[in-house]
């Protein structure tokens, strides 16, 4: 009899933990389903509301942005509609998606502090997010004369806005034109597009001349890939690293002159330095790349922080306007990687005075072509160098 209560016993401690597996119990076997999959409780925010892309969200391209108003325009020149004139005058963190013109872009000029004119208006607009708005002609004047077009942050459109701290630009714009946002001295932070593919005054992808120019706020920044022509941060004082794309082709007018750059990385895809290109900057060294066919005059002029150059292979093949490397006067060495002596003017690229003459360094077997050319003139140490 005690036999059979025994078993008894266990036949139902037996069924108990069954039903407790087939509950979703601890067995190892249990389905795993990860957090947010369903949208459930872990989706959502603070105020209870479902988050279920959360994780995509976190991997955005930019910083945390929340504004205070959130506008969309589903007809360009709106926006005087969309924000009351205590609004105007009151919000300082602003995103607008839709389409804009130039009536909207003085509306955000005017938000941001100064009228068509540059006249004060007392906005105190800081932070702008427009990546999910189109540019598009019509509407009024935003600044001058000066009219919006198709995917282009416009000549002159930010200009001198000193309240400007953060924008985010349209994903769709092709280009930034001269002026845009030259002296916009608060900005520290801007949001460039992936692909900037309008068709520039040279007839390259372009940020143009001084686009940011004396924006000294601005200390480092990374240009998309697709970009082929820069100029714009001429006076930036506050640059001091910069990322150039695979795509770049042209650097142009004194385009980082007067800035803070300690080093730069020039692409393989580098055809031309402009004029004053790095005038002024603060470079320790550089590296010309094999794709250059031209050099500006004064190119890396006053570059006086400069210790070490090299040069490319087909040197003799780049267009060289005068004064490239003028008063870098602590230069220390000159490599050249073309195994024969290029027939080119030293003067052209460097000036050296007695009390700073540069070593240079050549490929290894080709000593004696150098010696015997020009180049032993102006180097009066010559080295062989495995490259």
């Known amino acids: 009899m005690e036999k059979v209560k025994i078993l008894l016993l266990c036949m139902l401690c037996t069924i108990f933990t069954v039903g407790l597996t087939s509950c979703g119990g601890d067995d190892d076997?249990?389905?795993?389903?990860?957090?947010?999959?369903?949208?459930?409780?872990?989706?959502k925010d603070e105020d209870g509301k479902n988050d279920g892309d959360k994780d995509n969200d976190d991997k955005?391209?930019?910083?945390?942005?929340?504004?205070?108003?959130?506008?969309?325009?589903?007809?360009?020149?709106?926006?005087?509609?969309?924000?009351?004139?205590?609004?105007?005058?009151?919000?300082?963190?602003?995103k607008i998606s839709g389409v804009l013109n130039g009536t909207d872009i003085l509306f955000i000029r005017k938000m941001l502090g100064v009228d068509q004119h540059s006249n004060p208006t007392g906005g105190i607009l800081e932070e702008l997010d427009i990546s999910d708005a189109k540019i598009v002609p019509g509407g009024d004047e935003y600044y001058k004369n000066y009219k919006t077009s198709y995917d282009a942050i416009g000549s002159y459109m930010f200009h001198q806005i000193k309240n400007l701290k953060?924008?985010?630009?349209?994903?769709?714009?092709?280009?930034?034109?001269?002026?845009?946002?030259?002296?916009?001295?608060?900005?520290?932070?801007?949001?460039?597009?992936?692909?900037?593919?309008r068709i520039g005054p040279e007839g390259e992808a372009?940020?143009?001349?001084?686009?940011?120019?004396?924006?000294?706020?601005?200390?480092?920044v990374t240009l998309p890939e697709g970009l082929e022509y820069v100029g714009g941060f001429e006076g930036c004082t506050g640059l001091t690293s910069v990322t150039l794309p695979e795509s770049l082709g042209s650097i142009g007018y004194a385009a980082f002159s007067g800035t803070r750059l300690t080093s730069v990385t020039l692409p393989e895809?580098?055809?031309?330095?402009?004029?004053?290109?790095?005038?002024?900057?603060?470079?320790t060294s550089v590296t010309l790349p094999e794709s250059l066919k031209k050099i500006g005059?004064?190119?890396f002029c006053?570059?006086?922080?400069?210790?070490?150059v090299t040069l490319p292979e087909e040197l003799e093949n780049i267009s060289i306007d005068v004064g490239v490397f003028y008063r870098c006067n602590n230069l220390k060495s000159v490599y050249i990687k073309a195994k024969k002596a290029p027939h080119i003017s030293i003067p052209?690229?460097?000036?050296?005075?007695?009390?700073?003459?540069?070593?240079?360094?050549?490929?290894?077997?080709?000593?004696?072509?150098?010696?015997n050319s020009n180049w032993h003139i102006y180097f009066k140490e010559i080295y062989e160098y495995d490259f």
Request: charged residues 25%; proline residues 5%; negative net charge.
């Open 302 to 308: 006053d570059c006086t922080e400069l210790t070490s």
């Open 348 to 371: 052209y690229l460097f000036y050296f005075t007695n009390d700073n003459i540069p070593k240079l360094y050549v490929p290894r077997g080709s000593l004696n072509d150098y010696k």
């Open 166 to 197: 953060m924008i985010k630009l349209p994903s769709t714009i092709k280009g930034i034109r001269p002026y845009a946002f030259e002296g916009c001295t608060g900005l520290t932070s801007i949001i460039l597009p992936k692909g900037l593919e």
């Open 297 to 299: 005059k004064k190119a």
């Open 60 to 94: 955005d391209d930019g910083d945390k942005f929340i504004p205070e108003k959130t506008v969309h325009l589903d007809m360009a020149g709106t926006l005087p509609d969309k924000i009351t004139e205590s609004e105007m005058y009151t919000t300082k963190s602003l």
């Open 269 to 283: 895809s580098l055809k031309i330095i402009e004029y004053a290109a790095f005038y002024g900057v603060g470079l």
């Open 29 to 43: 076997n249990d389905t795993y389903i990860p957090e947010g999959s369903q949208g459930g409780d872990d989706d």
């Open 206 to 220: 372009c940020i143009g001349y001084r686009a940011f120019g004396g924006c000294t706020g601005l200390t480092s």
